[in-house]
Nanobody, 113 residues
Framework: QVRLVDSGGGLVQAGGSLRLSCVTS????????MGWYRQAPGKERRLVAT???????VYADSVKGRFTISRDNAKNTLYLQMNSLKPEDTAVYYC???????WGQGTQVTVSS
């Protein structure tokens, strides 16, 4: 079983930036597509962004132009760079192995107005 460890969340003011990391226990290059999802209180978990093993990316409309997903194969790490954060970005963010349906433990992001 692949283990995913999310980190990098925190409290930030609106307009600020955070970078989330997800370290995988397996070689990330062998895992295929990876993604970030988020779940706000009382809401369903939703897709934020995905990246294929070839580097192709897909973003939710709400984060396009502000968030960037990337992967470092040498470090077995998935990233989510979040800029121009808004209060509505507040949620628990989860790393996801798209093929095997494994999840990270989640990291809390809170954006104050």
């Amino acid at each position: 079983q692949v283990r995913l460890v999310d980190s990098g969340g925190g409290l930030v003011q609106a307009g600020g930036s955070l970078r989330l990391s997800c370290v995988t226990s397996a070689r990330i290059v062998s895992l295929g597509a990876m993604g970030w999802y988020r779940q706000a209180p009382g809401k369903e978990r939703r897709l934020v962004a995905t990246i294929s093993s070839f580097g192709s990316t897909v973003y939710a409309d709400s984060v396009k132009g502000r968030f960037t997903i990337s992967r470092d194969n040498a470090k077995n790490t998935l990233y989510l760079q979040m800029n121009s954060l808004k209060p509505e970005d507040t949620a628990v963010y989860y790393c996801h192995d798209e093929r095997r349906d494994y999840w990270g433990q989640g990291t809390q992001v809170t954006v104050s107005s």
